[in-house]
Every structure is written in C-alpha cells, then in structure tokens.
C-alpha cells in the first residue's frame, strides 16, 4: 500500500514538473512578444478633471477589447498586446507639450493617442510634426489646427466654421429668432463664439444678451438674470462641464423659461446626469451626432452596451465616443501598414474608417464624413434631433425644472 502511494506521488511530482516547464515555455513565448506601448495625457487633476474620465474610460475599453481578442493587429507580423503609457496632465497644455515629448523621446512609445480637449491638441499639433508623429485627434474642434498646416494630428469633430452653420439651420428650422449668448473665455468656446455671432446675424437672429464669463467663475446669477430680462428664445452656453452645471443650478432656481437652452459640454457627461435628473435634465441640448438608437451605425449599440458593462454608466455621446473611434481608426490603420510612423500618416489621411460613428474620413486635418449634430435630453435620454438625415427624435422645447 505504502509503495502504491509512493509511485502515485512521483507520477503526481512528474506530471507537475511537466505542467511547470510547459507553463515556463508558454510565458518565455509570451514575453517574447512584447506590447505595443502606446501614450497618452488626461487631465486627472485641474478643471477638467471630472471630464476626463469619458475618454480616459473609452481608452481603456478599447485596449480591453483588442487584448482580450488576442492584441493589436500589426500588418506584416503576429498580434502584440496593447500597454498604456499615461501621465496626468493636470489641465495644463505646457504640461500636455513636455509630457508628450518624453514619451517620445524617453518612453519611446510605438504609438500615441490624443490628450482631452482642444487647447491641448493645439499645443500639441508643432510635437507631432516636429517628431513626425502620427496622432489621431479626438476631443477637439478648432480651425486652428487646420491653420497650424500639421500633417500629423487630424481632428475627430468638427471645426466651429463648420458646426456654427448648423446650429443656425436648426434654430431657423424651429422657430428660435432670438438668443442669448453665454461664453467661457476659453479658446474653444471663444473660437465658436467667433463663427456663431456672424452665423446669427445673417439668419437675423437676434442676439439680446452676449456675455463672457472667466474659467473662475462661481456665480452666474447677473448673466443668467440679464437672459431672463431678454427673454430670449435660445439660450447658447458655450461653456465646459463645471460651469454648464453651474448655468443649470442658477437657471433652475431663477425659473429661466427659455424653449432652447443649450449646453456647449456638460449634458452628455455621466456626473452631469448624477447631479442633475428629471426636469432639470430634461429638454437641455448640447453638441453631438450620435446614438446607439441609430441603426445606420451597426457598432454603435454593441460600443454602448460594451461601456455600460465594464464601466456602469453611460459614455458621453461626444467624447467617449469620439475618443474610442479615434482608436478604432488608428487599429484599422496599424492592421494595414504596420507601426512605421511615414506609412501611418499617409494611410490615416487617404482612408475612409469603420467606426461606431460611422464612416470617418479625413481631408487635411479636417473629419469630413461626420456632419455636426445636436443632442437633447428626452425621457432621459440623449436622442439625435438635427441633422435630419440621422436624427432619432424631433426637438422639444424645454418645459420647466424640478
């Protein structure tokens, strides 16, 4: 019996010791293919900070997405997994510049991904080209990355000169003849304000108040009573997500009645829906073409379901969404010509792309296959109600708060 016992624990130790060799030979193998290191900022800290986490959380879900299917497709070798590089940025575009270029330089990353928001793209854009560093643009839209003439960063959305007209087309098509303009003095929203003020005025649309307001702000209570005393028909905030919550406490307790009122950034953003819900939600707009209702898009529901899954809220239907296309679009390219930084750029600037947003082309910096969009608040959630051609819903004037 003690024999028998003796010879099972031997062929027990063997057969172990064979596992454990395989299992060595099987890690030797997988280190041996090593990640694709791929860098990036976010604004962890600082005034967008409570931003930052739409796109930080797209990212992540997309690296998740393509590891767990076996790693970043690479034209001409196997698949690598994907390993993030990221720093914080703290909100600070210098930070933004220094950071980037250590990644490039010490990190040595194969591929970069974009920042969050359009200063920091436009600090940005000289690194790229100084390095010849191919980065695909998400959270901005500004002309003056086209004015800048990179050739290695294109803009995921759609620059103000583009997006002002539209906007005008749909107040025209709902009968607003009249608005108040809000304006954070931040370059973004300055440079909308640029093109939206003569937009307006040749639609004679008439603009009652017209106010700008520092990134500092803690009190709206002059601005928003100066929009109640005009009685103005639209409410246009040009505003980031901390000030867009600050417009609604204050429109809220002073009772604005106004049938559109529109929030530049901030509706769409998950916090703004915790600290905000029912009535005071309800009826706010804010930029953005896309849903996972739109069935012209089959990626865009499975994207939703796939962030709700892993993160428990909703993405931004801006920035989330823009942030993962941007890595779809880079994916698609690497598939097809590899990591050369030369054959990237050329392939990014000629090819059209599948995204969960549809198709995305690029014409210089500019997306010319997405046409800007507007999104409202209704029953809760954020539906499509211009451009025609894509909405899910027709506009509703706002009615009330809480």
């Known amino acids: 019996m003690g024999t028998k016992n003796r010879k099972i624990t031997r062929r027990t130790v063997l057969a172990g010791a064979a596992a454990t060799g395989a299992s060595f030979a099987i890690h030797r193998r997988a280190?041996?293919?090593?990640?694709?290191?791929?860098?990036?900022?976010m604004p962890k800290t600082g005034y967008l900070g409570v931003a930052c986490p739409v796109a930080y959380q797209a990212y992540e879900l997309w690296r998740d997405q393509v590891n767990a299917a076996g790693g970043l497709k690479i034209a001409g070798s196997e698949p690598r997994p994907i390993e993030f590089i990221s720093y914080d940025d703290q909100s600070e575009p210098s930070k933004t510049v220094q950071i980037y270029q250590k990644m490039i330089t010490q990190d040595k990353v194969d591929l970069l991904l974009s920042p969050y928001g359009t200063p920091f793209h436009l600090a940005l854009g000289p690194v790229a080209e100084r390095h010849k560093f191919p980065i695909v643009g998400s959270t901005s839209n500004s002309t003056l990355l086209r004015d800048l003439g990179v050739k290695y960063m294109w803009a995921g959305q759609q620059a103000p000169d583009v997006y002002a007209p539209e906007m005008v087309k749909f107040m025209q098509s709902v009968g607003i003849d009249?608005?108040?303009m809000l304006t954070l003095q931040l370059p973004a929203s300055l440079e909308f304000k640029k093109f939206l003020t003569p937009e307006l005025e040749k639609a004679g649309i008439r603009l009652d108040a017209n106010d700008e307001y520092p990134n500092s702000i803690?009190?709206?209570t002059a601005m928003v009573g100066s929009v109640k005393a005009a009685g103005s028909k639209a409410v246009l905030g040009l505003s980031y997500p901390l000030d867009s919550a600050l417009y609604v406490k204050t429109a809220r307790e002073m009772?604005?009645?106004?049938p559109m009122q529109l929030l530049f950034i901030g509706p769409a953003l998950p916090f703004f829906s915790q600290q905000y819900t029912g009535a005071d939600l309800e009826g706010l707009m804010t930029i953005g073409e896309w849903s996972p209702s739109q069935t012209a898009w089959p990626k865009a529901k499975p994207f939703y379901d796939a962030y709700m899954a892993k993160?428990?809220?909703k993405p931004d239907y801006l920035d989330s969404v823009i942030s993962y296309a941007s890595c779809e679009i880079l994916e698609q390219a690497v598939a097809k010509v590899g990591l050369d930084h030369e054959k990237l750029r050329e392939v990014i600037s000629t090819d059209t792309f599948d995204t969960i947003k549809g198709p995305i082309k690029f014409d210089g910096n500019d997306n010319?296959?997405?046409?800007p969009g507007l999104l409202q608040v209704q029953n809760?959630?954020?539906e499509i109600v211009w451009p025609k051609e894509i909405a899910t819903a027709t506009f509703k004037p706002k009615q009330g708060w809480s």
């Open 31 to 41: 280190r041996a293919v090593e990640p694709v290191k791929i860098g990036f900022t």
């Open 178 to 180: 009249s608005a108040s």
């Open 218 to 220: 803690t009190d709206m």
């Open 255 to 258: 009772k604005i009645d106004v």
């Open 311 to 313: 993160w428990n809220e």
């Open 368 to 371: 010319v296959a997405t046409k």
């Open 380 to 382: 809760g959630e954020l």
